[in-house]
């Protein structure tokens, strides 16, 4: 079983509240991702959950007992850093066996699980070499290999992505996914990357300032995210938020106006903010709900063009296809699917309830 809880948790370091209240649940067996910029409290909460940090306030329990009190070995969890520096006089197969060495498993005991995991992460013809003799790479699933071959609790992964290029970034993520599944174990991974976040997670925390903002699948996080922050923290290129208010059945902006969705519960004249994913709107399609505005640049990303609009005082991104053009300058129309447009008490920066929707 790997089922971690946390109840709580406050934390500060001085002046900084490291932590605030953070209450998370995490079911045995989910790739549990906590996402959030840097400073939000993400290492602060794994190493909590380690049992590494004296914390001010709050609980941690491991299947379902309170381990607030036990020392870090006696909560059998294991920590995998950004920087695992591998032991460079061993082989690659004395590298992965160290853990196992050391906890006085039988050679017959190492010799099964190094090959279950080497085979598992595609490295089964590096056992012999040193890491001098392996790519970057090769040492990253060396590495990997290492710190997965202990069957703890649970697996705490601090950003253990960060220090590879993005090809090799973008291949791990896929193999984590794949061993998480194999192995059927509980990781919780921590990230500021909300592209691994949403890739890889089962569930995904959103942190800031030491703050739960919004626990949900990716998602829910992407498509309901619970308020304005959250929704210009997860996805990229990042939503376009426009100020306006209700009147009547219309939403009425600086220099446009469009139909009030069905669901919004705002009244009149409330100050909101109107979410807009870049996926959701068109300069290429004409449809009733349309914003005037004018081009104001084009991103050509190889796949597709990202056109930025200037509507009023701010811009809004809009996916295009490559073929687009223009020139900056120009009047044009952005088409909005308002079904799937998020509204934002401008005021809290709660999202209003979309209960109707
Ligand atoms: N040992 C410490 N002493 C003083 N301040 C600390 C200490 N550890 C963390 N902090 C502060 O607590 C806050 C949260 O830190 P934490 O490392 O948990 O953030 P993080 O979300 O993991 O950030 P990053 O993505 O940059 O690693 C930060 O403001 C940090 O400066």
């Avoid at 309170?66 to 950004?82: H, I, K, N, W």
């Avoid at 013809?125 to 290492?146: F, H, I, K, N």
């Avoid at 044009?332 to 929707?357: I, W, Y």
Wanted: proline content about 5%; some cysteine.
């Amino acid at each position: 079983m790997g089922t971690v809880a946390v109840r709580g948790l406050s934390k500060s370091f001085g002046k900084v509240q490291a932590l605030d209240g953070v209450t998370l649940d995490i079911p045995d067996g989910s790739f549990f991702v906590v996402l959030g910029p840097s400073g939000a409290g993400k290492t602060t909460t794994l190493r909590a959950i380690a049992g590494l940090e004296k914390l001010d306030a709050g609980s941690v329990h491991l299947d379902g007992r309170d381990a607030t009190g036990d020392s870090p070995a006696a909560r059998d969890l294991a920590m995998v850093f950004q920087n695992y520096a591998l032991y460079p006089r061993h082989t690659a197969y004395e590298n992965i066996a160290s853990p196992l060495r050391a906890r006085r498993c039988s050679p017959s005991e190492i010799a099964a699980a190094v090959e279950r995991m080497s085979s598992l992460l595609h490295i089964e013809r590096l056992l012999q070499r040193r890491p001098a003799q392996l790519s970057g790479g090769e040492m990253q699933r060396v590495a990997l290999a290492r710190a997965l071959v202990r069957q703890p609790r649970a697996f705490l992964m601090d950003e253990p992505l960060t220090n590879l290029d993005l090809k090799l970034r973008v291949e791990m993520r896929t193999e984590l996914t794949r061993i998480h599944r194999s192995l059927g174990a509980t990781f919780i991974y921590v990230t500021n990357d909300q592209v691994e976040a949403l890739s890889m997670a089962d569930q995904v925390a959103v942190l800031k300032e030491g703050k739960v903002q919004q626990v949900g699948t990716p998602a829910e996080v992407y498509e309901r995210p619970a308020n304005q922050w959250v929704a210009g923290f997860v996805g990229s290129p990042p939503i376009g938020l426009l100020a306006c208010h209700a009147e009547g059945d219309r939403l009425v902006g600086e220099g446009w106006t469009l139909p009030r969705p069905r669901w919004t519960t705002a009244e009149d004249g409330r100050p909101l903010l109107l979410g807009l994913r870049a996926e959701d709107l068109s300069v290429e399609q004409r449809g009733d709900a349309s914003l005037p505005g004018e081009l104001y640049g084009l991103e050509p990303l190889g796949d597709r063009t990202v056109v930025d609009v200037r509507v009023g005082t701010q811009i809004l991104k809009v996916k295009a296809r490559t073929t687009v053009t223009g020139t900056p300058g120009e009047r044009l129309l952005v088409t909005v699917d308002l079904d799937r447009a998020h509204l934002f008490d401008a005021d809290t920066g709660l999202a209003l309830s979309e209960a109707g929707r």
